[in-house]
């Protein structure tokens, strides 16, 4: 048996004491902050809530503090103490008389993240209302980012995150802007695995595409990839076609295909940013481990894994060895690299921009679609559409300064 619990203490503004809101707004400079509480400690008040916001060089500055003890007398005294501090400071201000404390955030927290390029007023008009009109209240709004892309996040209380996602993904698709909504809570801060396809989300390029130029069979391959798309053949089909294609290419043509691929902008900010962050980064592809196996050498990557060109006696022979990583490979992938990271899939984030990519993306605890094609991007939990990278780490919370001051420090 456990001892019992003391009694709880009295919360130090319940609904019904007294409070004071003291917003100060006006230029920033040093003191401002010390100053208003050195001229409110004089009245023995406590702090119930602080919030403080600098934007371009001006500070607006909100206290809730309990009302002084000493009634209406000593409320008259530190309001006039405030009013002249704050004006001997250059600096406007509001005092508010109520009771208790801020409204309690309603259930349903979200993330809201939204990247403009630019980021319009008019989007963010929009988005305001579309978060309003779920039944959303908007409590708090802050920049990520201004660059490569401007970057704010709106936490949101009182909507259903998955009823606001499909409010928001039709508002953004009108208006051009990435709306990617996550729910807020621990679950957003453990996240500690991403798993990336390769193929036009890692690089810029399609790895097959680069052999085909060298084989002089582009044509040839591009009518395949068009043959899947118009869903005629199946991955597994499509791959072993096109491989076919290359059939008798040089092995020297290997590194080539390794010195042409070109990184997506972003991609080692991404992936440096998240190593640092601790988490476990790998790739899967439907392409090649002849050069899924440098870009885990090149980048640091802790997990890698595609199909292998089979090469005998220096040439290829047009076949794929081993096991084949296809829609369903990449899933089952995913699931493994977690397993031996030791993470839950909760705890995943996948990026992909194939129908090839679905079924990983819908596993993983986060799914994004990055510049993807419309089905996968209406199935994804959320869609970057800007061609940069590492705007997925604003998605996950991280502010631009934090990748820039990180780098500073390296
Ligand atoms: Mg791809």
């Known amino acids: 048996m456990s001892a019992p619990l003391p009694p709880p203490v009295t919360p130090a503004a319940g609904d019904d004491v007294p409070t004071l809101l003291v917003k100060i707004f006006g230029k920033d400079r040093p003191g401002i902050t010390a100053g208003l509480f050195d001229t409110l400690a004089a009245y023995a008040v406590d702090v119930v809530d602080i919030e403080q916001v600098v934007t371009r060089g001006r500070i607006t ?5 309990t009302a002084p003890a000493g009634g209406a007398a000593a ?29 309690p955030r309603g259930t349903g927290r979200s993330h809201v993240t939204v990247l403009g390029h630019p980021l319009t007023a008019e989007s963010t008009a929009a988005i305001a209302a579309r978060i309003t009109g779920t ?6 709004i802050f920049r990520l980012a201004k660059y490569p892309v401007t970057a704010v996040e709106f936490a949101v209380s009182g909507a259903e995150t998955e009823a606001l996602r499909t409010a928001l ?19 957003r801060r453990a996240q500690r695995l991403v798993v990336m396809d390769v193929d036009s989300t890692l690089i810029q390029d399609e790895v097959i595409e680069l052999f085909a130029a060298h ?7 591009a009518e395949v990839t068009a043959r899947a798309m118009r869903g005629e053949l199946d991955f597994e089909q499509s791959l072993h076609a096109r491989v076919a294609l ?23 900010t991404l992936i440096r940013t998240l190593k640092r962050l601790g988490f476990q ?38 076949r794929v060895t081993g096991e084949i990583v296809d829609r369903a490979g990449k899933a089952r992938l995913l699931r493994r690299f977690a ?21 990983m993306l819908n596993a993983a605890g986060l799914g994004v679609a990055f510049n993807a094609k419309p089905v996968v991007r209406e199935a994804a939990h959320t869609a970057v559409n800007v061609p940069f990278l590492d705007t997925v780490l604003y998605l996950l919370g991280v502010t631009r300064e934090e990748v820039e001051a990180a780098n500073t420090h390296e």
């Open 215 to 221: 084989a002089g069979c582009e044509a040839e391959v």
């Open 246 to 268: 290359l059939e008798g290419l040089p092995e020297s043509v290997v590194d080539k295909v390794r010195a042409e691929v070109r990184l997506t902008p972003g991609a080692r």
């Open 339 to 359: 397993a031996e990271a030791g993470v839950p899939l909760s705890q995943t984030v996948a990026i992909g921009d194939g129908a090839n990519d679905l079924d």
């Open 61 to 65: 500055l909100c206290a809730l503090v």
């Open 135 to 140: 039944g959303g209240n908007i409590d708090r």
């Open 281 to 318: 980064v790998g790739v899967v592809s439907g392409g090649f481990t002849q050069v899924t196996d440098d870009l885990r050498e090149r980048l640091g990557l802790d997990f890698a894994s595609a199909n292998t060109l089979e090469i005998v006696d220096g040439r290829l022979t047009g």
């Open 169 to 187: 993904a039709i508002e953004a698709a009108k208006l051009g802007v990435d709306v990617a909504v996550v729910a807020a809570g621990l679950q």
């Open 75 to 103: 409320e008259g005294g530190l309001r006039s103490t405030v009013h002249s501090w704050a004006e001997s400071m250059h600096l406007q201000t509001e005092i508010i008389s109520g009771r208790g404390d801020n409204r």
